[in-house]
């Protein structure tokens, strides 16, 4: 991974990475939940 400038931010910063199994224990509701909050956040890191 790359250096970056100070105050910068990137998906990574702000997402949650599941394993396999971990996703597989999420109920069909919070998988929908997560991909929103995902979904939000990287339209918000495009749009800075």
Do not use: G, H
Request: charged content about 20%; hydrophobic content about 35%; glycine content about 0%.
């Amino acid at each position: 991974m790359e250096p970056k400038p100070p105050n910068q931010i990137s998906l990574a910063d702000v997402t949650v990475q599941f394993s396999q199994e971990e996703w597989q224990m999420l109920s069909r509701s919070q998988r929908q939940l997560y991909w929103e909050v995902t979904t939000d956040n990287f339209s918000s890191l495009s749009f800075l």
